[in-house]
Nanobody, 125 residues
Framework: QLQLVESGGGLVQPGGSLRLSCAASALTSAYYAIGWFRQAPGKEREGVSCISGSGGSTNYAESVKGRFTISRDNAKNTVYLQMNSLKPEDTAVYYC??????????????????WGQGTQVTVSS
């Protein structure tokens, strides 16, 4: 069974950067689309960015376009989320998740069946 482990969260000042990593256990992670999701206190979990198994297709939430970049290195079974120009409203627990097969047209939590434990990102001065 595919297992996912996030890392890279922490406390950063507004305008700063962080890079999150999602390490997958399976050697066949290239067959899985991977997504980054976040959940702030009292809010629904939302899709941030998702990437296809090959890395050739991506999608982003409007709120992070131009600031966040998703990428993957299948040789390392790892997906990254580079977050720049962070804002206080980006504060949340960030999760990576996987779905077997193609990338959907939208990055929706309900479409992803394998989840990591999450990593906290706090943007504050």
């Amino acid at each position: 069974q595919l297992q996912l482990v996030e890392s890279g969260g922490g406390l950063v000042q507004p305008g700063g950067s962080l890079r999150l990593s999602c390490a997958a256990s399976a050697l066949t992670s290239a067959y899985y689309a991977i997504g980054w999701f976040r959940q702030a206190p009292g809010k629904e979990r939302e899709g941030v960015s998702c990437i296809s198994g090959s890395g050739g297709s991506t999608n982003y939430a409007e709120s992070v376009k131009g600031r966040f970049t998703i990428s993957r290195d299948n040789a390392k079974n790892t997906v990254y989320l580079q977050m720049n120009s962070l804002k206080p409203e980006d504060t949340a627990v960030y999760y990576c998740a996987a779905r077997y097969g193609i990338l959907g047209s939208r990055c929706l939590p309900r479409d992803y069946g394998y989840w990591g434990q999450g990593t906290q990102v706090t943007v504050s001065s």
